[in-house]
C-alpha cells in the first residue's frame, strides 16, 4: 500500500508564489516516477510536471516550463512543486501521483493523493 499525502496549498496573491510538498509511504517509490496534476473546476485533470526519485529525469507541461520546477528529496521521502509567478489560471487542485513510468496521462499513474487546493486571486 502507498500513501501520498499533498501539503502546501493555500490562497496567494497573482504573481506569488508557493511550495507543494508530497510525502510519500508504504511501498518504496524509488523506482517509480512521482507526477503532479492539476484539476480546475469544470475541466480535466492535467499533467503539470514529473521526476524520477533520482531526480536525474524531469518533465514539464509544456506551458508551464519556467514557472514551475518540480525536485525531490529521497531521505525525506518527498516531492516538492515550486510554483512561482502564479496566475489566477493556475487556480485548480493539485494532486500528487505514482507511476511505473515517467508518463503525462492520468490512467498511467497508479497511486494518488487527495490532492491541495490552490487559489490565485487576481
Known amino acids: 500500500q502507498v500513501q501520498l499525502v499533498e501539503s502546501g496549498g493555500g490562497l496567494v496573491q497573482a504573481g506569488g508564489s508557493l511550495r507543494l510538498s508530497c510525502a510519500s509511504s508504504g511501498r518504496t517509490l524509488d523506482t517509480y516516477y512521482m507526477g503532479w496534476f492539476r484539476q480546475a473546476p469544470g475541466k480535466e485533470r492535467e499533467f503539470v510536471a514529473g521526476?524520477?526519485?533520482?531526480?536525474?529525469?524531469?518533465t514539464y507541461a509544456p506551458s508551464l516550463k519556467g514557472r514551475f520546477t518540480i525536485s525531490s528529496d529521497n531521505a525525506k521521502n518527498t516531492v516538492y512543486l515550486q510554483m512561482n509567478s502564479l496566475k489566477p489560471e493556475d487556480t485548480a487542485v493539485y494532486y500528487c501521483?505514482?507511476?511505473?513510468?515517467?508518463?503525462?496521462?492520468?490512467?498511467?499513474?497508479?497511486?494518488w493523493g487527495q490532492g491541495t487546493q490552490v487559489t490565485v486571486s487576481s
Open positions: 501521483a505514482a507511476a511505473r513510468t515517467l508518463g503525462t496521462k492520468v490512467d498511467e499513474y497508479n497511486f
Open positions: 521526476i524520477r526519485w533520482t531526480g536525474i529525469r524531469r
